[in-house]
């Protein structure tokens, strides 16, 4: 009967010792949940640019692309390898020209009123229009002679200028104001 008492007691005992460590498992659990979420709303706060995620290669620009994507940039000796990355970064060469938030349309990934302007009666959506549209908006804006202006005027946003002269780099960019990957 000892041996009864004793096993009822203790198996009590450890059901009991089982429903504490859960109960703490899941108040640890919660606890936790509420830490990432807290810092998820605090890091959330600042802006920080959508990672590049191509559908290419990093380094890879689509081979028919590359002749309109160095014409265009020779109109007024703009690095070929900053087009490229504008390219990428606006739209993933052609991958993803979905409008924009803020309204912003095709390869280039221009407002309306921009693309009137720089697209010379051009399809925002070819990259045969598109490519010499974005050389002439960032030649007018300072092209070669003040990247930085230039690409700002493009997207205003340093995160914006830092990115594409990073993405750039890759491409073998190594001029003024280049960033490195």
């Known amino acids: 009967m000892q041996g009864r008492l004793l096993a009822l007691v203790l198996g009590s005992l450890w059901r009991d010792a089982v429903k504490v460590a859960a109960g703490l498992a899941l108040a640890v659990l919660l606890a936790l949940a509420f830490v990432i979420a807290s810092l998820a709303v605090v890091f959330e706060a600042a802006p920080s640019p959508a990672p590049v995620v191509s559908a290419y290669p990093a380094g890879e620009i689509p081979p028919e692309q590359m002749p309109a ?4 940039a020779a109109r007024c000796s ?5 087009l490229a990355a504008v390219a990428e970064v606006e739209s993933d060469f052609g991958a993803n020209m979905a409008t924009s938030s803020a309204g912003a349309i095709g390869y280039g990934q221009f407002l309306p009123d ?3 302007a720089y ?3 051009g399809d925002p959506y070819d990259y045969r229009d598109a490519l010499p549209a974005m050389a002439r908006y960032l030649c007018d804006w300072g092209g070669p002679e003040d990247l930085q202006q230039s690409l700002y005027a493009y997207n ?3 995160w914006y200028v830092d990115l594409v002269l990073q993405v750039a780099a890759r491409y073998g960019y190594a001029g003024p ?5």
């Open 69 to 72: 994507m160095q014409s265009a």
């Open 78 to 82: 703009l690095p070929w390898q900053v």
């Open 114 to 116: 921009t693309w009137a």
């Open 119 to 121: 697209g010379n009666g």
């Open 156 to 158: 205003h946003a340093q």
């Open 177 to 181: 104001g280049a960033v490195r990957p």
